[in-house]
T-cell receptor
Framework: KQEVTQIPAALSVPEGENLVLNCSFT??????LQWFRQDPGKGLTSLLL?????REQTSGRLNASLDKSSGRSTLYIAASQPGDSATYLC?????????FGTGTSLTVIP | DGGITQSPKYLFRKEGQNVTLSCEQN?????MYWYRQDPGQGLRLIYY???????QKGDIAEGYSVSREKKESFPLTVTSAQKNPTAFYLC?????????FGSGTQLSVL
């Protein structure tokens, strides 16, 4: 069964810093990997989707990379802002099912 | 606006009572999912449905039931057999292996 791990569980950074969130998965046979943002008490908002054939995707200040062979994905956030404070989750898709990490709780300090 | 609507936002269950969480989507997606989220844990799959009138158990289906009579609707019933129902419940749909989420329902036990 696919296992997805996110490290660190929590991260605090000062405003303006660049940062990297990590996601690792045990089974490299994935269709895609999706990054989500979750605010407290809210649903998940999709940030980026990387297909298995892609190496990276970019949206504004966000860049996600995928290395299937090593079972890793990273989410890079440039010039962090207080509004980026949230929990970030990754999900690996193996067809019918999606496997989620436990998330990284990010706090950006003004 | 297209999206996934979950209701109610908050729900309270008395001991021995069955309660039903609503999930409606107007995205014309075939696949729909129910996840449970507990603090500090990743999302766990309860049930999923790929097409109307068909659904499969996920990892933690015991104590829950679903129906899929219409493409747009995928209600989840939390039965009295679920002894620890307090959690945040998320409904999702997918298109092209991309997941979209509703805003969630917080279920608590009185």
């Amino acid at each position: 069964k696919q296992e997805v791990t996110q490290i660190p569980a929590a991260l605090s950074v000062p405003e303006g810093e660049n940062l990297v969130l990590n996601c690792s998965f045990t089974d490299s046979a994935i269709y895609n990997l999706q990054w989500f943002r979750q605010d407290p008490g809210k649903g998940l908002t999709s940030l980026l989707l990387i297909q298995s054939s892609q190496r990276e995707q970019t949206s504004g200040r966000l860049n996600a990379s995928l290395d299937k062979s090593s079972g890793r994905s990273t989410l890079y956030i440039a010039a962090s802002q207080p509004g980026d404070s949230a929990t970030y989750l990754c999900a690996a898709n193996t067809g019918n099912q999606f496997y989620f990490g436990t998330g990284t709780s990010l706090t950006v300090i003004p | 606006d297209g999206g996934i609507t979950q209701s109610p936002k908050y729900l309270f269950r008395k001991e021995g009572q069955n309660v039903t969480l609503s999930c409606e989507q107007n995205l014309n997606h075939d696949a729909m999912y129910w996840y449970r989220q507990d603090p500090g844990q990743g999302l766990r799959l309860i049930y999923y449905s790929q097409i109307v009138n068909d659904f499969q158990k996920g990892d933690i289906a015991e104590g829950y039931s679903v129906s899929r009579e219409k493409k747009e609707s995928f209600p989840l019933t939390v039965t009295s057999a679920q002894k620890n129902p307090t959690a945040f419940y998320l409904c999702a749909s997918s298109h092209g292996w991309t997941l979209f989420f509703g805003s969630g329902t917080q279920l608590s036990v009185l």
